[in-house]
Each structure stands twice: as structure tokens, then as C-alpha cells.
């Protein structure tokens, strides 16, 4: 499967950006899906997984409360609502997918990756 991650940009702090990740090649709805990124200089880390269904989702403490992850299975997207943006959440965002029916926050859980979309916050 393929992954396009899209949606990011600046906003300022506060502020609200919805991601969208488009798969091809496979139907999206095999796969758990999961929402990382990585800040500069610092290590990927999790952010959000939702199930293959939708019914169970999974949040990184750091970031609960501001986030939805959403998936249209017949639309092949996977979504990320996020609310009350930070600076400190300016990083690089990636979708990925995990083959496995665990929803799971661990990065090498997941199979592949798409290429990452800049969310940048501004104070």
C-alpha cells in the first residue's frame, strides 16, 4: 500500500489543521492505521492509531484532548483533526500502516510509511 499524507502548513498557536493520508495500491481497510512525527532533532514518536474499523482509537498522552483520528475506509483516508495547536507541536507528520489487527503505538509495529507532512506552529 501506498501513503500520501497531506494537509500540513502554518498556523498560528491555537490553531486548528486537519491531516489527511490517501492509500493506494490496497484498500486501506486491511490495515490499523497510525499518525507519528518527528521534530527537528528529535526522534519519530507517536501521536494517534485507530483501528481497521474505526471503533477503537489510541492517543499519545502528550497530545489527548486536541486530537481525533478518523478513517473513511470507503474514501480510502485515514484523517487527523488537530485542535489547539502548540508550538511545540511543529514537526514533520507521518501516516503509516500496520498490517497486524492490534492498534499499536509502537513505530516498527507498522509496515509502511508515507512521506510526512510539515505542520508548523507559530507563537
Known amino acids: 500500500v501506498q501513503l500520501q499524507a497531506s494537509g500540513g502548513g502554518l498556523v498560528e498557536a491555537g490553531g486548528s489543521l486537519r491531516l489527511s493520508c490517501a492509500a493506494s495500491?490496497?484498500?486501506?481497510?486491511?490495515?490499523?492505521m497510525g499518525w507519528f512525527r518527528q521534530a527537528p532533532g528529535k526522534e519519530r514518536e507517536f501521536v494517534a492509531a485507530i483501528s481497521r474499523s474505526g471503533g477503537r482509537t489510541y492517543y499519545a498522552d502528550s497530545m489527548k484532548g486536541r486530537l481525533t483520528i478518523s478513517r473513511d475506509n470507503a474514501k480510502n483516508t485515514v484523517y487527523l483533526q488537530m485542535n489547539s495547536l502548540k508550538p511545540e507541536d511543529t514537526a514533520v507528520y507521518y501516516c503509516?500502516?500496520?498490517?497486524?489487527?492490534?492498534?499499536?503505538?509502537?513505530?516498527?509495529?507498522?509496515?509502511?510509511w508515507g512521506q510526512g507532512t510539515l505542520v508548523t506552529v507559530s507563537s
Open positions: 503509516a500502516a500496520d498490517r497486524t489487527i492490534n492498534i499499536q503505538a509502537i513505530l516498527t509495529s507498522y509496515d509502511y
Open positions: 495500491g490496497r484498500t486501506v481497510s486491511n490495515y490499523a
